[in-house]
């Protein structure tokens, strides 16, 4: 089995990377520069129409969204133990990546690009203001969930992690204050411990840097 996954520095395709790289198997990754565009290009465009990132090439056949993509990684690989088996707390783990992929990291892009989703003169900085007020209460959601807790989904690391690693790591690229919410501080510092996570932070630097 190929896998090939298409990843852009700094942008959420860190969560497969990480999830990869927790996965032990092969697989290799095809840079797409967001900066250069690459994303919109017609040869990224027929392999992913959506023109972003990631996509998982699965032997040619592609995968998208980071949700699909866990998911499959884990199933993939069950002797991992990349996500939760048990039904109740599969479901629970599905839940809260979906409220990564749909309740923080959308508001996270309005705070990045706030001209991208209202163009009215004078309104940047209130679509920035209330993309943070909406980031803010989900972290608040987020981590009185994680009060107690070593991993998302309690003792055992998951998948769920690497996705709840990226919001909280993009959140403070973005300067957003985050002093308020400590559990998922220490949450965010024990994942910059794990192997998978330095190996993806430096693979990410090392692109940047080539990309200079």
Same mark, same amino acid.
């Given at each position: 089995?190929?896998?090939?996954?298409?990843?852009?520095?700094?942008?959420?395709?860190?969560?497969?990377?990480?999830?990869?790289?927790?996965?032990?198997?092969? &697989?290799?990754?095809?840079?797409?520069?967001?900066?250069?565009?690459?994303?919109?290009?017609?040869?990224?465009?027929?392999?992913?129409?959506?023109?972003? =990132?990631?996509?998982?090439?699965?032997?040619?056949?592609?995968?998208?969204?980071?949700?699909?993509?866990?998911?499959?990684?884990? !199933?993939? $690989?069950?002797?991992?133990?990349?996500?939760?088996?048990?039904?109740?707390?599969?479901?629970?783990?599905?839940?809260?990546?979906? $409220?990564?992929?749909? !309740?923080?990291?959308?508001?996270?892009?309005?705070?990045?690009?706030?001209?991208?989703?209202?163009?009215?003169?004078?309104?940047?900085?209130?679509?920035?203001?209330?993309?943070?007020?909406?980031?803010?209460?989900? &972290?608040? =959601? =987020?981590?009185?969930?994680?009060? !107690?807790?070593?991993?998302?989904?309690?003792?055992?690391?998951?998948?769920?992690?690497?996705?709840? $690693?990226?919001?909280?790591?993009?959140?403070?690229?973005?300067?957003?204050?985050?002093?308020? $919410?400590?559990?998922?501080?220490?949450?965010?510092?024990?994942?910059?411990?794990?192997?998978?996570?330095?190996?993806?932070?430096? &693979?990410?630097?090392?692109?940047?840097?080539?990309?200079?």
């Amino acid at each position: 089995m190929k896998l090939t996954l298409y990843y852009a520095p700094i942008a959420c395709s860190l969560v497969p990377l990480i999830t990869l790289n927790e996965s032990g198997a092969p &697989f290799d990754v095809h840079t797409v520069l967001l900066a250069k565009g690459q994303q919109k290009t017609p040869e990224y465009l027929k392999l992913n129409p959506k023109g972003k =990132v990631p996509a998982l090439a699965i032997d040619g056949d592609v995968l998208t969204e980071n949700v699909a993509i866990l998911s499959w990684i884990a !199933g993939q $690989f069950p002797e991992r133990h990349l996500l939760p088996t048990e039904p109740r707390a599969a479901a629970k783990a599905l839940s809260m990546m979906a $409220f990564c992929a749909s !309740g923080i990291h959308p508001h996270l892009g309005r705070a990045n690009a706030p001209l991208r989703f209202c163009d009215h003169p004078g309104s940047e900085d209130a679509t920035r203001r209330l993309a943070i007020d909406e980031v803010l209460k989900a &972290f608040a =959601v =987020v981590n009185d969930q994680l009060v !107690g807790q070593t991993w998302a989904c309690g003792s055992q690391w998951s998948a769920v992690d690497a996705y709840l $690693f990226w919001v909280w790591r993009r959140a403070g690229q973005l300067k957003i204050d985050l002093s308020a $919410f400590p559990a998922l501080n220490a949450h965010g510092a024990r994942m910059g411990e794990r192997d998978s996570v330095k190996k993806a932070l430096a &693979f990410e630097a090392e692109t940047l840097a080539k990309a200079a």
